[in-house]
């Protein structure tokens, strides 16, 4: 078990990110796509005699959930009066694929040009245009004329082209319909108000009609009101069910995490190790990784880009092997980012139990009591050289009698199988940690250390549960030793090296 954690605020994206590609359908979806396509560059749906629309069709952004951004996109509309449409926003998609939640209408009808509508809720029009309207806690809606609706619907062309802007901000709505303000909308009603969810397109049911959609295009919003945007990713399988369930550890802190919705916005990606949404961590405050790491880290694909967010004042959160790395320039920028991190080949994880005796008025652990546990806990780590000044939060030691060094360049014991070890059907990395000794890197560099060290012996007892009468490695540690002085060896319920 291990965290490294860093936070600071952020400044918001400043730049719209294109999140259709023109040409095709790719991160869009919809139960039934037999009404969707691409056509001279713009998403197309279209209803028919031959093929009719008797249920509203949705057209879901797969990519991700959105929360407070804005959005710019260009539609056209045409067909009967009844012709109708509008674009999804902070949606649940039910079962069926109909879409639930905010709604910027668009339609031949001329009341539906710029007005706010909450698709399947029960509170149907929010703001109707020229209107600044809101809802109260229970329920009750008020509204103000701000402009007058005619006019502002003389700016809306049908059967042309026209571009919508949707700013959605808190609890705080606008549309914008080619330039000009339309509606204004504040939601203060805590039970039916939506921060996040899914962007959609929709087809209303009805006569035959087409409508288009073309240069989408998303920015995500720096959260307002004291609120606070955690984007976490879950890694892809390594063990077997039951073990390193990542995206089930993810869904638990989130869980953990909705008493606070109002002031805290945990958005939970599971994306096979890093979401494909381009924008995904534009307005996040912290970002948290939980995942297995080494050569195969996600992570190490996207160095430069998580650079600019740390330079920013994004936080940063590495769980479990996240925190594990290749050394180098992998190595170097956990070093900067969050203080260091576990070096594949150096750092090491024996299972033993820790009593954390935090130090007082900390910031990191603000609400965190002391705990003890018997866990994975990681050993050498590679840290940032820090000032006089810096103060550890934590120094566990092993808790039974300590064991006698013994002098560098033993034989490395032969490792046991432990039920953390990846299971080979999972894993992607190799199946051993490789075996260093202190001629490949001379003395270790005692100003990187971090935590207690360890030295090994051929001695071993207990290693896992089920097992009593096995061995596991005597310990000679003490908080802020330097590290050995050749490499450590592998060791029973060690991966180091190991993780995907």
């Known amino acids: 078990m291990a965290f490294l954690l860093a936070l600071s605020p ?36 279209t209803s028919s005699k031959q093929n009719p629309c008797k249920q509203n069709q949705f057209l879901v952004w797969q990519l991700g959930p959105v929360d407070d951004f804005e959005l710019k996109l260009d539609f056209k509309i045409s067909g009967t009066k009844q012709a109708n449409s509008g674009i999804q926003f902070r949606s649940a998609i039910e079962s069926d694929g109909h879409a639930v939640g905010y709604q910027a209408d668009i339609g031949l009808s001329p009341a539906l040009p710029g007005f706010l509508y909450d698709e399947k809720t029960g ?4 703001a109707s245009r020229g209107h600044e309207a809101s809802i109260d806690a229970s329920g009750k809606k008020s509204s103000r004329k701000f402009a007058d609706p005619a006019q502002l619907l003389k700016i809306f062309k049908p059967n042309e082209w026209n571009t ?23 939601d203060n009603q805590p039970s039916q108000r939506d921060y996040t969810g899914k962007l959609a397109l929709q087809l209303h049911s009805g006569p035959p009609m087409t409508v288009q959609f073309k240069n ?7 959260l307002n009101d004291g609120r606070k945007k955690i984007v976490a990713v879950a890694g892809r399988m390594s063990h077997g069910p039951g073990a390193h369930e990542f995206n089930a550890g993810v869904k638990l802190l989130a869980k953990s995490l909705e008493k606070h919705k109002e002031k805290i916005l945990f958005t939970n990606i599971h994306d096979a190790g890093w979401p494909k949404d381009p924008t995904a961590f534009d307005n996040a405050d912290a970002i948290v990784l939980y995942m297995d790491g080494g050569g195969r880290h996600p992570i190490l694909h996207h160095l430069s880009k998580v650079d600019k967010f740390m330079e920013k004042g994004v936080g940063l959160m590495c769980m479990h092997y996240a925190v594990e790395v290749p050394k180098g320039d992998a190595g170097d920028h956990f070093r900067n980012w969050i203080g260091g991190y576990y070096e594949t080949h150096w750092s090491i994880n024996p299972h033993w139990k820790a009593k954390a005796k935090l130090q007082k008025n900390h910031p990191i652990v603000n609400g965190v ?40 360049g033993r034989a490395a014991p032969k490792n046991t199988s ?33 935590g207690p060290s360890m030295t090994t012996e051929n001695s071993y007892s207990t290693p896992s549960s089920g097992s009593p009468d096995k061995k596991s490695p005597k310990m000679a540690s003490t908080p802020n030793s330097p590290e050995p002085t050749s490499r450590p060896t592998s060791i029973p319920n060690a991966d180091a090296g190991n993780k995907p």
């Open 10 to 45: 952020l400044t918001h994206a400043a730049n719209f990110t294109p999140i259709f590609d023109g040409k095709s359908l790719k991160g869009w979806k919809s139960p039934n796509m037999s009404y969707w396509s691409v056509k001279d560059g713009a998403i197309t749906a």
């Open 123 to 126: 509170r149907g029009g929010l």
């Open 164 to 186: 919508y802007h949707v700013i959605a901000r808190g609890k705080h709505i606008e549309l914008r319909l080619n330039g000009k303000t339309m509606s204004k909308f504040t």
């Open 216 to 222: 989408i295009q998303l920015k995500r919003l720096k």
């Open 369 to 408: 009591k002391p705990f003890e546990a018997k866990d994975e806990w990681y050993f050498n780590m590679r840290s940032a050289k820090v000032s006089k000044a810096s103060r550890p939060f934590s120094k566990p030691s092993p808790t039974r009698k300590p064991a006698p060094a013994k002098p560098p």
């Open 418 to 450: 432990s039920p953390h070890r990846a299971d080979p059907k999972y894993s992607c990395g190799p199946s051993n940690a490789k075996t260093e000794d202190a001629a490949s890197d001379g003395p270790a560099d005692t100003s990187t250390t971090t």
